[in-house]
């Protein structure tokens, strides 16, 4: 969706390695997400935020963090303690509005593979 | 825990065939959604399902949510190639997280 950047398009990472994604959003959303995608899968969520300096764990949180010093930016680090961390990441946005009435936005995603 | 399943997993269609996709929560549901990815791409908001028995319609798609709010389906009629990509429904538990289905990808022949 226009508003939401993510980068890079496609990740290598080595064994040992922290690496980090990036999304930034200029939809003054204050809600982002970031989920996994695995080939043929549906869609697992990772770690979400309904507001700066606040994030919530995910059903898959272990292996990842993130940090919410902006409300623009939302960056999720895959750490060497997650051991498959080959996939697609898609970082989404959704308004306040109705509690729970809002859909996602989602960027065009990072390829993450291992090398 | 919850879980949002949907069915089928793939379906393969002649272009001009009808297709439809399930989705079945364990939990009651407060709203349903429904996205489309195209292979390649990411998720796109379709439309969204509030209140129990809802069916809407968006040109040749229609969308139903079920009696007890723990169901909804996807209608495509006559299908074109342009309606290929996985489609998702993306359930809303009493807990406000989203929960996405497993997602069903369709192709279509022309």
């Known amino acids: 969706d226009g508003g939401i950047t993510q980068s890079p398009k496609y990740l290598f990472r080595k064994e040992g390695q922290n690496v980090t994604l990036s999304c930034e959003q200029n939809l003054n959303h204050d809600a982002m997400y970031w989920y996994r995608q695995d080939p043929g899968q549906g869609l697992r969520l990772i770690y979400y935020?309904?507001?700066?300096?606040?994030?919530q764990k995910g059903d898959i949180a272990e292996g990842y963090s993130v940090s919410r010093e902006k409300k623009e930016s939302f960056p999720l680090t895959v750490t060497s303690a997650q051991k498959n961390p080959t996939a697609f990441y898609l970082c989404?946005?959704?308004?306040?509005?109705?509690?729970?009435?809002?859909?996602?936005?989602f960027g065009d995603g990072t390829r993450l593979s291992i090398l | 825990g919850q879980q949002v399943m949907q069915i089928p997993q793939y379906q393969h269609v002649q272009e001009g065939e009808d297709f439809t996709t399930y989705c079945n929560s364990s939990t009651t549901l407060s709203n349903i959604q429904w996205y489309k990815q195209r292979p390649g791409g990411h998720p796109v908001f379709l439309i969204q399902l509030v209140k129990s028995g809802e069916v809407k319609k968006q040109k040749r798609l229609t969308f139903q949510f079920g009696e007890a709010k723990k169901n909804s389906s996807l209608h495509i009629t006559a299908t074109q190639t342009t309606d290929v990509g996985t489609y998702f429904c993306a359930g809303r538990s009493n807990t406000d997280k989203l929960i996405f289905g497993t997602g069903t990808r369709l192709q279509v022949f022309p």
């Open positions: 935020s309904q507001i700066v300096n606040d994030f």
């Open positions: 989404a946005t959704s308004g306040r509005g109705l509690r729970g009435n809002q859909p996602q936005h």
